[in-house]
């Protein structure tokens, strides 16, 4: 009874995803009503908002790896080069941040995989620019949550 219930649980998230209504167009970037933009240039899904306050690096890996939108499971913390992909000069979106206005960024810093040395990551959407710095420090770090789009 329980695999059934388990197998039931799946298709029904299956039919949710498989439904996701497209809600805006910008260009490369195809927004849907289950909160997720697809860019179709980079074959990268984005979560259309970052985690809305500050998080360590630490936290933002774990936030991202257990981020559940759109229905899907495969979540990660982007890099710093999927980050540079979405900055568009040209472009003053949200915040005045250079990327899609279907995305919303809640502060210029968001966090990235990389790591050297006792270094973390992170990319400013104000100029963009890339960062390193202690990854226990939260001060407007974010993270906006990306899944390979197959």
């Given at each position: 009874m329980k695999k059934v219930i388990a197998?039931?649980?799946?298709?029904?998230?299956?039919?949710?995803i498989a439904?996701?209504?497209?809600?805006?167009?910008?260009?490369?970037?195809?927004?849907?009503?289950?909160?997720t933009v697809l860019d179709t240039?980079?074959?990268?899904?984005?979560?259309?908002k970052d985690n809305g306050s500050d998080i360590n690096w630490e936290d933002a890996k774990s936030y991202c790896e257990n981020y559940r939108g759109g229905g899907y499971t495969d979540w990660r913390m982007p890099t710093q080069d999927e980050?540079?992909?979405?900055?568009?000069?040209?472009?003053?979106?949200?915040?005045?941040?250079?990327?899609?206005?279907m995305i919303t960024l809640t502060a210029s810093c968001s966090w990235?995989?990389?790591?050297?040395?006792?270094?973390?990551a992170y990319f400013h959407f104000g100029n963009g620019s890339r960062h390193l710095t202690d990854p226990s420090n939260n001060?407007?770090?974010?993270?906006?949550?990306?899944r390979s789009f197959k």
């Amino acid at each position: 009874m329980k695999k059934v219930i388990a197998v039931l649980m799946v298709l029904i998230a299956c039919v949710g995803i498989a439904f996701a209504g497209e809600i805006a167009r910008e260009g490369r970037f195809i927004a849907y009503d289950n909160g997720t933009v697809l860019d179709t240039k980079m074959k990268l899904m984005w979560a259309d908002k970052d985690n809305g306050s500050d998080i360590n690096w630490e936290d933002a890996k774990s936030y991202c790896e257990n981020y559940r939108g759109g229905g899907y499971t495969d979540w990660r913390m982007p890099t710093q080069d999927e980050l540079e992909g979405l900055y568009d000069r040209s472009i003053i979106g949200n915040n005045d941040f250079h990327l899609t206005t279907m995305i919303t960024l809640t502060a210029s810093c968001s966090w990235a995989t990389e790591t050297r040395r006792s270094a973390a990551a992170y990319f400013h959407f104000g100029n963009g620019s890339r960062h390193l710095t202690d990854p226990s420090n939260n001060i407007n770090g974010r993270v906006l949550p990306v899944r390979s789009f197959k």
